[in-house]
């Protein structure tokens, strides 16, 4: 309770549907935390998670660059009260705690959602994965990155619950969870500004704490199974990159088109799609060995173009890595910052000399 309160105190996030900010919590905790670590451990010991703290407030999150009548152009976060994200945070240290001491821990290619683990570290994983082979031995390696579509809100809650008993989860927390997932509902404004209620069947909750934890532990399944010989996967959250080597552009497209098969047959296994008309794909390669015009890969009766670079995590990879293209697609960006920041920092009596540097 002490960690997960102290964690609430350097956080400033909007409040749930009972308007409680969580700092008000924490000035709380000294008249009622012993009250509240109570009803934590009832819930525990009798399987329960309060109907209330399921109630969502759904907001839309308009995302850049995408028509504003369109589905895609918004991503859904939902509001929870903070004192039911109190208990999530306990649930999800525990169950955190239980695949790392007793396991079956989650696969070491899945970085995001992880203590620890940031996506600097997916980066350096696929960088030293391509390098090694690519540059240093000579051969190809190709990347592909696949899309699934409407992730978070579409894992089946059946799988959650098959997974937790592969990882052992003792039988008091799947209770809890099963609890969790149960009987979830969120709350939207309608057209004529009246609230509208909505059950949910599936999906993590977008804005909890313990979702990001139930989807790795969901998504697992992707990577558990055997990989055909030169296939890699590497993960951040649903961001999945599949990573196929080969001796020539000839024997990696062989493998890629496996490699990218079975990983989508066992995407689809969970419920999900796979949207492989959105997916890139790009090669590394060693000097004076660019890939052939027009090269690609064949999936599921998808041709997927493979270029030279693609935008990862926030990055545009190339197949070099000098990071050439990235830099000339972010120079424009800090030329518009440079300039709002010239026009505001007079009017503030001029930039000193820490901000000019």
Known sequence: MRAVVRRLSVKNTASGPDGVPGRVWVLAMEALGSRLRGLFSA????????????????????????????????RPIV?????GKLFERVITDRLVGQLARVG??????????????STVDAITRVRA??????????????AVSLDIAN???SLPWSCIGAALRYHEVPAYL????????SDRFIIYPGHQVEWRRREMSCGVPQGSVLGPSLWNIGYDYVRRGDLPDGVSVVCYADDTLVLAR????????????RGVATVVDRIQ???????????????????????????QITVGGVHIGVGSTMKYLGLVLDSRWTFEEHFRRLAPKQDRFGAALKRLLPNLGGPDAPCRR
């Open 43 to 74: 819930c525990m010991e009798r399987g329960q998670f309060r109907l209330r703290w399921k109630n969502g407030k759904l907001v839309l999150i308009a995302k850049s660059g995408r028509p504003a009548d369109s589905l895609s152009a918004y």
């Open 79 to 83: 509001l929870l009260d903070e004192v």
């Open 104 to 117: 079956p821990d989650l696969a070491n290619g899945q970085f995001g959602f992880r203590r620890g683990r």
């Open 129 to 142: 994965l391509t390098t090694e082979d690519a540059v240093i031995r000579g051969r190809v390696v190709l």
């Open 151 to 153: 992730a978070f809100n």
């Open 174 to 181: 799947r209770r809890v969870i099963e609890a969790y997932l």
């Open 246 to 257: 080969g001796e020539s552009y000839q024997t990696a497209a062989e493998t890629a088109t």
């Open 269 to 295: 296994q969970l419920g999900l799609k796979v949207a492989l008309h959105k997916s890139e794909a790009m090669c590394f390669h060693g000097p004076r060995t660019a890939p052939p015009p027009g090269f």
